[in-house]
């Protein structure tokens, strides 16, 4: 193959150079485009555009493949836990059992949060949105690691394993902190010697009196959840992550921009607009088959479908939808939004406007019936999603303030109103 691609602009040619990544997907380098041709490349969505190279994670959407640092989202779902995957996706290799050990020690000795940020939960009236507490919390923690929040790259790179330990540990303090002053109840400390789901569950459902006894098949199932959610490549909050670490910000600042961007239905939300909508199906007596027709006349969005890349099977959802039967059998939960959530998905994989625009389950499909049977609120289904994605979005910042990149900073096809007279506001 030539490794250059020649564009034509009237009567010029123009070359461009062309590289592969190491799975065989083609790039062409237009770096250099609008320095050459005064031309720039238009691409609202960035459907097309590469915007860094990155060692983190591979998928193919065509073929429904998702790896992490090689390994493939089945093999670990198979045989790691969460903080093991995101031991390795943060770091690069799979940890041996003293780093593993190590890292574990440093999540779980981090839990509890400083008193003072309780301070902060009073602030808030108690019907905020946990996601919209979540992102400001991520922000007040880095107050309380100046050495960590110095915006000086080079000092905040050498407190990295602390700050990533930090964020991942104290996030489901944050989490648990939230759900109980919301529903009025005692706030809890971490429980010493608990695993990391183990301890989310208890100071989401302990009593100060009294221990809950958390069934291992929910604490699994959590973490099979969080451990699928680890990372997913240049998403729409991880390319916030980046985007805003790209400016010099800290851990901290980028992870808090990172939550916002997950808030959004289209992104992490999906999962609480899916519970929605399988819930407005039962409650309207329709079986599915109503709504699959509003879906496509564009009445409604078929929620948990659908992906910009995957246009095939989502290989996070196929282990999710296996996980949810389970699960259910498991805890004997009868919900007849899994029956509705199934005649969806078997007829839509049948339809031709589902087939024709490649619209398949994803991550968010099933995962909500999942969170729903284990006593999970609606509202906090997109926190389970940043707590899971923590390692990827810190894993993005690392590489990217490792690399010597430049501020992403987009152009633009300005379309509004040309050079005007300012009119005195008498004469409007
Ligand atoms: N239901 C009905 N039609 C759909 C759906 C859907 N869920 N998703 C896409 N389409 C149609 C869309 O209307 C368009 O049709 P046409 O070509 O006739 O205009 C075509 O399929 C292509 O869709 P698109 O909007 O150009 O696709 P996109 O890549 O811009 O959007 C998406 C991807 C995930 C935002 C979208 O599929 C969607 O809104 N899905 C539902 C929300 C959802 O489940 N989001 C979670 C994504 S996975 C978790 C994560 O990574 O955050």
Not at 30 to 52: H, I, P, Q
Not at 212 to 238: F, G, R
Not at 391 to 405: D, N, R, S
Request: proline share 4%; charged share 20%.
């Amino acid at each position: 193959m030539e490794d250059t691609a020649t564009l034509r602009i009237g009567n010029e040619n123009y070359n461009l150079p062309m590289f592969k990544g190491t799975e065989g997907e083609v790039a062409i380098d237009t770096r250099k485009l609008r320095a050459d041709t005064g031309c720039v490349a238009f691409d609202e969505g960035y459907g097309n555009t590469g915007s860094c190279n990155s060692n983190i994670t591979f998928i193919n959407g065509e073929k429904g493949i998702l790896r992490h640092r090689g390994y493939s989202i089945e093999s670990l779902a198979e045989n790691s836990n969460f903080l093991e995957t995101a031991y390795l996706v943060i770091y690069g290799e799979l940890p041996s059992e003293s780093q593993l050990e190590e890292f574990n020690k440093s999540i779980l000795g981090n839990v509890a949060v400083h008193e003072g940020m309780k301070k902060f939960y009073e602030g808030f009236p108690v019907n905020s949105h946990p996601m919209a507490i979540l992102s400001s919390l991520m922000q007040a923690l880095g107050c309380y690691y100046p050495e960590m929040t110095t915006n000086d790259r080079d000092k905040d790179l050498a407190t990295f394993d602390s700050a990533a330990a930090v964020l991942i540990a104290k996030v489901i303090s944050i989490a648990a902190t939230t759900y109980r002053i919301r529903e009025g109840l005692p706030v809890l400390y971490p429980k010493r010697g608990e695993g990391y789901c183990d301890n989310f569950l208890h100071m989401l459902y302990s009593e100060p009196n009294a221990f809950a006894e958390i069934p291992t098949e929910i604490s699994k199932a959590l973490n099979l959840i969080l451990l699928l959610h680890t990372d997913h490549e240049q998403n729409c909050s991880t390319s916030t992550v980046r985007m805003v670490a790209s400016g010099g910000a800290n851990l901290f600042a980028s992870v808090s921009a990172g939550v916002s961007a997950l808030w959004g239905p289209s992104h992490g939300g999906a999962n609480m607009a899916v519970i929605k909508m399988l819930n407005e199906i039962h409650a309207s007596g329709d079986d599915g088959s109503q709504f699959l027709e509003d879906a496509k006349n564009g009445k409604a969005r078929l929620m948990g479908f659908g992906h910009r890349v995957y246009k095939n099977y989502d290989p996070r959802a196929k282990i999710l939808k296996a996980s949810c039967e389970k699960v259910l059998d498991i805890l004997n939960v009868q919900t007849p939004i899994l029956e509705i959530a199934k005649k969806l998905e078997s007829v839509a994989l049948e339809d031709d406007y589902f087939v024709k625009r490649k619209l398949y389950p994803n991550v968010d499909f099933y995962s909500g019936i999942i969170l729903q049977s284990i006593g999970i609120p609606l509202d906090m289904f997109t926190v389970i999603f940043a707590i899971g994605r923590m390692p990827g979005w810190i894993a993005h910042w690392k590489e990217l303030a490792e690399g010597q990149g430049r501020i992403h900073r987009p152009r633009q096809i300005y379309t509004g109103e040309i050079l005007r007279e300012y009119s005195k506001i008498a004469t409007r």
